[in-house]
């Protein structure tokens, strides 16, 4: 027996021109939001921006939603160049306690990982002979094949050198290990 074929998706009206404009807000606050609370992974921009129409200020529309759950247990944050419903600190162990979550599991990172990391971080792309020059010290094929076992890092371009010298960068898992929005988050 054949099932009959589903029906293609209606496509999404992102101008919503037939409401009002404060429906029109509103509905589009509940589609951004509804697509973060979807997703185990930040949305990107692009992907919510996808949702609303031209006319909306996308920036204003995350305010007006983070400014809704300022009393809630939760919140949208900027995490890896996306937006994520992160709890708030303080309700983390109640979570713990009620689901019997194990502690997240963290990254231990010496002195000197750290230290790779963050120039990774900052240099990016940058060589292990460039990250040895910066640290003043030999840096390791293997801190650096741990650190992209990690999720951390990753391969980046190849020089336009001889031999072509692999290159590193960070990974979104590094911006949302270290809570950060961006690579942005790391200047100032």
């Known amino acids: 027996m054949t099932r009959p074929a589903s029906p293609a998706p209606l496509p999404l ?16 606050m509940g589609r951004v939001e509804a697509a973060i609370f979807a997703s185990a ?30 009393a809630r247990p939760y919140d949208l944050v900027p995490v890896a160049g996306g937006w994520q419903h992160r709890t708030r600190p303080r309700f983390i162990s109640a979570i713990r306690a009620a689901s019997r979550l194990p ?7 010496s002195k000197a990982e750290l230290e790779v990391l963050a120039l990774i971080a900052h240099r990016q792309p940058v060589s292990r002979e460039a990250l040895s020059d910066l640290a003043g010290r030999a840096v ?5 094949a741990w650190l992209k076992q990690q999720g951390l890092i990753a ?11 692999a290159t ?21």
Do not use: Q
């Open 168 to 188: 590193y960068v960070t990974t979104p898992h590094f911006l949302d290990a270290f809570g950060l929005a961006s690579l942005a988050s790391l200047e100032g």
């Open 140 to 144: 390791s094929r293997d801190m650096l």
């Open 13 to 28: 009206d992102r101008e919503l021109a037939d409401l009002p404009a404060d429906l029109r807000w509103r509905e589009w």
């Open 41 to 70: 992974e930040p949305v990107p921009r692009e992907t919510l921006a996808g949702l609303v129409g031209a006319s909306c200020v996308l920036d204003d529309l995350i305010a007006d939603i983070r400014d809704e759950l300022k």
């Open 155 to 165: 391969n980046g371009p190849r020089l336009a050198k001889p031999g072509a010298p």
């Open 103 to 109: 502690e997240r599991r963290h990254v231990d990172l």
